[in-house]
């Protein structure tokens, strides 16, 4: 079984719904990421979670709002969809690294949403 | 200026090839380095970290040079397996991870 898994792996839905994503990770780590991934434009940060209480934005938040339910799960949400919001969105989640640093970040497989 | 800029590509190279992709990064301050692969729709996956003295792991070769502020992976030795996107990544700060957009390998029989 994947050690991070979203849901949906893909949707299409159409301007000003809501639509919800969702990560779940059993690698017991505390931190959780959300990026999306456009053409030409890498990998950008959207929100993240150093632990359940714990919830920060990122680079690319507007338009964006999280729930950290639980250690295992974070939650990205979508108010009212907009057609530039189409894109490839990644869950991730790494434990802390040595003095709190940086380490591996590990991905889910990706949510391919389109909005119409 | 982009944080981290790499070189999109696509390197089209023959099997055996020996290849180098270059990253640099405009931000003195960062800390920690990574190079991450990425198999075309799927999800980016940890290749090697870059430590200030270099790393190999196998045919992968890793360079950082902090006073160009650049990074490098070497792969020698290509091998089909190895087409996909690679990406550079810098750290800055606890955990902040900046990704650049890519350069793409495409190894050829």
């Known amino acids: 079984d994947a050690d991070v898994t979203q849901t949906p792996r893909n949707r299409i839905t159409k301007t000003g719904k809501r639509i919800m994503l969702e990560c779940s990770q059993t690698?017991?780590?505390?931190?959780m990421y959300w990026y999306r991934q456009d053409p030409g434009l890498g990998l950008r940060l959207i929100y993240y979670?150093?632990?359940?209480?714990?919830?920060n934005k990122g680079e690319i938040s507007d338009g964006y709002s999280v729930s950290r339910q639980a250690q295992a799960k974070f939650s990205l949400s979508l108010e009212s969809a907009i057609p530039n919001q189409t894109a490839l969105y990644f869950c991730?989640?790494?434990?802390?690294?040595?003095?709190?640093?940086?380490?591996?970040?590990?991905f889910g497989p990706g949510t391919r949403l389109t909005v119409l | 200026r982009k944080e981290v800029e790499q070189d999109p590509g696509p390197f089209n190279v023959p099997e055996g090839a020996t290849v180098a992709f270059n990253c640099t990064y405009s931000?003195?301050?960062?800390?920690?380095f990574f190079w991450y692969r990425q198999d075309c729709r799927k999800e980016p996956k940890l290749l090697m970290s870059?430590?200030?003295s270099g790393n190999e792991d196998g045919r992968f070769t890793a360079q950082l040079n902090r006073a160009s502020q650049y990074i490098s992976l070497l792969i020698r030795d290509s091998k089909l397996s190895d087409s996909a996107t690679y990406l550079c990544?810098?750290?800055?700060?606890?955990?902040?991870?900046?990704f650049g957009t890519g350069t793409r390998l495409l190894v050829s029989p």
């Open positions: 991730a989640t790494s434990d802390s690294g040595e003095r709190g640093g940086p380490s591996e970040q590990f």
């Open positions: 979670s150093f632990d359940v209480k714990d919830i």
């Open positions: 690698k017991g780590h505390d931190r």
């Open positions: 931000n003195s301050a960062s800390q920690s």
């Open positions: 870059v430590y200030s």
């Open positions: 990544v810098v750290a800055t700060g606890f955990q902040k991870l900046v």
